[in-house]
């Protein structure tokens, strides 16, 4: 996760004008290793894609109760990009430097049929001639029946949200309650059906701060690589405080008192999570540090809503509609030229002046996590 701000002071991109549609993955223009760059030198590598706003938990950080109630109105099937119009955006993105997709939501696996979409993504090619690498995040409570579908059909990574081992504390934070075990059994199916696993957690002060260390234990020496996220302030219903923030250096604190650690070297430059590696050599731990430590200079990712519109930046306000040029009956060419110009113009920055300007961008209308995803 990683970070539009100030999108409406952008310069006019202009109409664009809709046609016929010709096939998706038709007229890619970039050549290989060729990435459009924003007005920072950022690069457009990461593309993520929210298939659905609904999920079944009610994490107090993104999805708290007493706002996504039982009268909450979530997206109708019929404004959710269809399966072909993500594989037709992802295309697009394609042809501007990204080679790496990640399915996100709400919980991306409501979403039926999402094994179909992950096999129609991997019969894409970057233009470097690769499949694009292909990522999922989620809560884990459907893992356990999906994980070998998914394998088979072409994902390549999964990313599981894990607060807590304590099951008290973690059926508190999900707020349905939700037993633990449920997700660890998620995780086991995943590990078997060969996917590669990151656990995330989300560190809220007063919250589980204690189960920091019992989580790093727990996976050292599975393979599985856990990165310890601060609790940040995406969209205005989380009732984010500072003071609810821990540290990421207070996290990596309590992990190297049990477990000595030692920093490992980014495996490439946008990479949002500092990664430290046990020093007995059974494995590493990563920290995501958007509040204390803020990485917007390398952001590479852009952001795709459920219902199609394109966001430059995890606290945007707002976004640009791609599904009205898709069911306008837009080329592909055109489509690839609006994705382009929108990100050359990108300027976010929100992390970097978060604390020059939080009582401003506290009441702004930010878009929920649910509705774009990590």
């Not at 593309?47 to 999805?63: E, K, L, P, W």
């Not at 094994?115 to 292909?134: F, N, S």
């Not at 966001?311 to 609006?338: I, N, S, V, Y």
């Not at 994705?339 to 113009?345: E, F, P, Y």
Request: charged share 25%; proline share 4%; aromatic share 6%.
């Amino acid at each position: 996760m990683s970070t539009l701000f100030d999108e409406a002071a952008q310069p006019s991109l202009g109409p664009i004008r809709r046609t016929g549609a010709r096939a998706a993955g038709a007229g890619v223009a970039a050549t290989p290793g060729h990435a459009t760059q924003d007005t920072r030198g950022r690069e457009l590598r990461d593309m993520r894609i929210s298939v659905t706003d609904r999920c079944n938990f009610r994490c107090v950080y993104c999805m708290p109760k007493e706002i996504f109630g039982r009268d909450y109105v979530f997206l109708p099937k019929d404004q959710l990009l269809s399966f072909e119009e993500i594989v037709r955006v992802v295309q697009a993105g394609i042809a501007h430097g990204v080679h790496k997709v990640r399915l996100t939501g709400g919980e991306p696996l409501l979403r039926k049929g999402i094994e179909d979409l992950v096999r129609m993504l991997a019969e894409l090619r970057t233009t470097e001639g690769t499949k694009p690498d292909i990522a999922l995040t989620t809560n884990g409570s459907a893992l356990a029946h999906l994980a070998p579908a998914l394998k088979e059909a072409g994902l390549d990574r999964v990313t599981v949200s894990l607060d807590s081992l304590d099951d008290e504390v973690f059926r508190s934070m999900n707020d349905i309650d939700f037993p633990v075990q449920r997700v660890l059994d998620g995780i086991h199916a995943a590990a078997d059906a060969g996917l590669r696993i990151k656990v995330n957690t989300v560190v809220k002060r007063g919250m589980n701060e204690g189960d920091i260390v019992d989580i790093a234990g727990h996976f050292k020496g599975t393979g599985v690589i856990v990165r310890f996220i601060e609790f940040m302030d995406v969209g205005t219903t989380n009732g984010w405080e500072m003071r609810d923030v821990v540290p990421s250096a207070e996290v990596l604190e309590k992990i190297a008192a049990v477990y000595p650690l030692q920093a490992v070297p980014p495996q490439y430059a946008a990479e949002t999570a500092k990664r430290w590696q046990y020093v007995d050599g059974t494995g590493e731990v990563g920290v995501i540090s958007s509040v204390t430590q803020p990485f917007c200079g390398a952001c590479t990712r852009g952001r795709i809503s459920a219902d199609g519109k394109l966001f430059t930046c995890l606290f945007a306000d707002h976004g640009h509609d791609l599904r009205g040029m898709l069911r306008d009956g837009c080329t592909d060419a055109e489509l690839e030229g609006m994705i382009g110009r929108l990100w050359s113009v990108r300027d976010d920055h929100y992390s970097e002046i978060r604390g020059a300007a939080t009582a401003a961008l506290r009441t702004s209308s930010r878009i929920e996590m649910s509705y774009i995803g990590g």
